[in-house]
T-cell receptor, first 112, second 113 residues
């Protein structure tokens, strides 16, 4: 699926590092999302952006900081993470708030 | 958002038709029913969405009875590559909403040769 791209695909970081995940969508959508999927747990919605404005923050710890400079790009800035934050981080986009969302391939994050 | 209930797992053989039923007794008038497919270590993929009666696309069919308290995803003639987790979601996601998809545990479909 080339409509939504994510980089990097894999990331290993220590608890004191600062890193950023990048998402880009080429579908002309105006809503973008960050999800977290831990092992054997359902996908969890983290952040929602609609027209670059954050409309949802599902009680995500402040060590995760999203940034949406425009409707095509979404970042997730990471700092002082914990080992339990190791997971697959997925970006998605949609037209408005539609449930027809298109997901990227994800970033597999490992915190050591 | 309406709560959904679907089987945890299902087994099938290649070439068979697979029907996965989802219960959503508390579905609201404005709610749509949406199904996603997810392969391991990949993002979910939108399959189909419907409001009532029957919807069909090149991948699957979605059957919704008149009371809308359940829905059935039908996959015709499955192949090994259809082995995945299938999620049923219900909510006001027809556009203009927050797009807050709430994923449950889904149904793990295993297709055998």
């Amino acid at each position: 699926e080339t409509g939504v791209t994510q980089t990097p695909r894999h990331l290993v970081m220590g608890m004191t590092n600062k890193k950023s995940l990048k998402c880009e969508q080429h579908l002309g959508h105006n809503a973008m999302y960050w999800y977290k999927q831990s092992a054997k747990k359902p996908l969890e919605l983290m952040f929602v952006y609609n027209f670059k404005e954050q409309t949802e923050n599902n009680s995500v710890p402040s060590r995760f900081s999203p940034e949406c400079p425009n409707s095509s790009h979404l970042f997730l800035h990471l700092h002082t993470l914990q080992p339990e934050d190791s997971a697959l981080y997925l970006c998605a986009s949609s037209r408005d708030g539609s449930y027809e969302q298109y997901f990227g391939p994800g970033t597999r994050l490992t915190v050591t | 958002l309406a709560k959904t209930t679907q089987p945890i797992s299902m087994d099938s053989y290649e070439g068979q038709e697979v029907n996965i039923t989802c219960s959503h007794n508390n579905i609201a008038t404005n709610d749509y029913i949406t199904w996603y497919q997810q392969f391991p270590s990949q993002g979910p993929r939108f399959i189909i969405q419907g409001y009532k009666t029957k919807v069909t696309n090149e991948v699957a069919s979605l059957f919704i009875p008149a009371d809308r308290k359940s829905s059935t995803l039908s996959l015709p003639r499955v192949s090994l590559s259809d082995t995945a987790v299938y999620y049923c979601l219900v909510g006001d996601g027809g556009g203009g909403s927050q797009g807050n998809l709430i994923f449950g545990k889904g149904t793990k479909l295993s297709v055998k040769p």
